[in-house]
């Protein structure tokens, strides 16, 4: 299974690679007025740090950033961060990463970033404060539990109501357990992604709900005895969950990174990124 | 008491500046260039209402804490300015306890107190103690106010003068009987203005048990912050905060203002 991903992601990256040079030259001509950046000749990309897996991957190399280091063009997001830069004519070396703690993102006035990238999803009260791209990844929402505990043997929906569960703050998640779970309990939220992880491993809750590729990570790293329960499924139509890069409201670059990843998906490069750092990803059984 | 003129022209002076400076101020910032995206962000009346009855019910939590810890925090801060105030050598390592507590206590952040107790006690997995977050969460602000509180006590039992102590014990009144019927009474009465500006600091800090999870207004705020990117529901969680701390000074300062009549009037303090 290694060996064969492995084999997969030197075939991707020779097949990126090759896409990029083919097309870099040609759209940086084009993109430069049309689609202005913050610091002309380059492509400013926020995100959060600590950067996690498998959003991020590749590891720090000494720098500022925690866990990851999004430079490296490793993890998921990184990947698309860059597929993204190269379609509107940035190559890698001029592709800049900015810290933007999650409520900067949103905060008013001008932005520090061209684009923010971090599993930051779509609602419409959202987009009436920033610009949201088109989907870059539709998302499912999992729930991760303790081994051998009583939730552990919930097969649905309807059984998870009498627990306390848990979910990071500013994520569809809570919304999600508000929504669709219903529990009895107030759930517990969570500042940092480590917060809710120690709730989950203390027992403090029963249930932390995340979306699926983090639920992977959490359970294979940060709670070595915890499972996934299952994961939800994307209701479809209005309610679809889905992480789009975020820009200052208005900004002409929207147009321009819609193409780009509107592009990407059409030609199987989204899907390619997906089997290569999100391929575990999938196998969890579903919650109704 | 000064004449009438006089009193009516520092009245229009005092209303005249204050007009002139908020007016002056309300033009500086809604004349900013950012003004209209940090109004429709901060100050939206829709995103008000929608947020301040969610908001409002979380603040019951801030309200419980607050209530709870109160009543530890007077009892246990009593306990420690007392422990301080053992005279003696014999009673060294108490004292030297209570400084090194209060030293400890007012030294750390609350935030940093509530974050190791509330996300490690619970971690130890003793099935014995609890795991609620609120109970973490009033626990930290317990110890850390206890000490500051403490400290108001022993200033009030400092200023007892040390003649009430030398008549009390020469009536024949035991050590511990004049510091309950002599000392206590008055100190306590003297310190009750500082102890509720200890409170209202209290009130405010009940926010900070939010960063364990709980779902207390300045939490559930955030909540709504995040999932609209509009930043209106922290004005709701501050109207609230603002709300609860006016009456607790007002009566404050009607203490104080008391206090001073009763003194000033020759009777007894």
């Known amino acids: 299974m290694r060996k064969k991903l492995l084999l997969l992601a030197g075939g991707v990256a020779a097949l990126a690679a090759a896409g990029a040079l083919a097309t870099v030259d040609r759209a940086a001509a084009t993109t430069a007025a049309s689609c202005p950046t913050v610091s002309p000749g380059e492509l400013t990309i926020g995100t959060d740090n600590p950067a996690y897996p498998p959003w991020y991957a590749g590891g720090t190399h000494g720098s500022k950033w925690k866990i990851n280091d999004p430079s490296t063009g490793k993890g998921y997001e990184s990947a698309v961060a860059y597929a993204v830069a190269s379609k509107l004519g940035y190559s890698k070396s001029k592709v800049k990463w900015v810290y933007v703690p999650f409520n900067k993102a949103f905060a008013p006035g001008p932005k520090s970033f061209d684009f923010d990238i971090n599993q930051i999803s779509y609602t419409p009260a959202r987009a009436k404060v920033v610009s949201f791209s088109v989907s870059y990844y539709d998302v499912n929402q999992a729930i991760v539990v303790n081994k051998g505990t009583k939730i552990a043997s919930v097969r649905s929906i309807k059984g998870l109501r009498s627990y306390k569960l848990g979910a990071q703050l500013g994520t569809t998640s809570y919304q999600f357990i508000k929504s669709r779970i219903r529990p009895s309990q107030s759930p517990a939220v969570y500042n940092q992604n480590a917060a809710a992880v120690l709730a989950l491993k203390s027992k403090q809750i029963d249930g932390l709900v995340v979306d699926l590729p983090t639920a992977f990570y959490v359970t294979a790293v940060q709670v070595p005895n915890g499972k996934i329960l299952g994961q939800f499924e994307n209701t479809g139509g209005k309610a679809t969950d889905r992480f789009g890069v975020v820009l200052q409201k208005g900004n002409a670059l929207t147009g321009c990174v819609n193409k780009a990843i509107g592009t990407l998906r059409k030609n199987g490069t989204l899907k390619k990124l997906q089997r290569l750092w999100l391929a575990k990803a999938t196998g969890a059984p579903i919650l109704k | ?269």
């Not at chain 2, 100050?43 to 301040?52: L, N, P, V």
């Not at chain 2, 109160?70 to 209570?98: H, K, Q, T, W």
């Not at chain 2, 030293?103 to 619970?122: E, H, K, N, Q, Y």
Request: proline fraction near 5%; glycine fraction near 8%; include cysteine.
């Open chain 2, 1 to 269: 008491m000064r004449s009438g003129g006089n009193g009516r022209r520092s009245v229009a002076i005092a209303l005249a500046s204050t007009v002139v400076f908020f007016v002056a101020a309300g033009v500086a910032i809604t004349h900013a260039p950012g003004w209209p995206e940090v109004r429709s962000q901060f100050f939206d009346w829709h995103e008000f209402k929608a947020t301040f009855p969610e908001v409002a019910r979380a603040f019951l939590l801030n309200i419980k804490i607050f209530c709870i810890a109160e009543v530890f925090i007077l009892a246990f801060a009593l306990f420690l300015a007392v422990l301080r105030s053992l005279p003696g050598p014999v009673f060294f390592p108490l004292r030297a306890l209570a400084i090194v507590y209060a030293d400890l206590f007012r030294g750390m952040p609350t935030i940093l107190v509530i974050a190791m107790l509330g996300f490690g006690a619970p971690a130890l997995g003793l099935s014995y103690i609890p795991k609620s977050v609120t109970f973490w969460g009033i626990v930290s602000l317990v110890l850390i106010y206890s000490a500051y509180v403490s400290e108001v006590y022993r200033a009030g039992i400092d200023s007892i003068h040390p003649s009430q102590e030398a008549a009390a014990r020469s009536l024949g009144l035991s050590r511990g009987q004049t510091l309950r019927r002599v000392i206590l009474p008055q100190a306590v009465r003297r310190v009750i203005p500082p102890l509720l500006n200890d409170f209202i600091g209290l009130q405010k800090d009940t926010a900070l048990v939010g960063t364990l999870g709980a779902i207390e207004a300045f939490q559930q705020s955030q909540i709504d912050t995040n999932a609209t990117f509009n930043f209106t529901a922290y004005l709701s969680a501050a109207v609230l905060f603002v709300a609860a701390t006016i009456p607790l000074a007002r009566f404050t300062d009607w203490l104080v203002a008391r206090d001073r009549r009763r003194r000033q009037a020759g009777g007894v303090a």
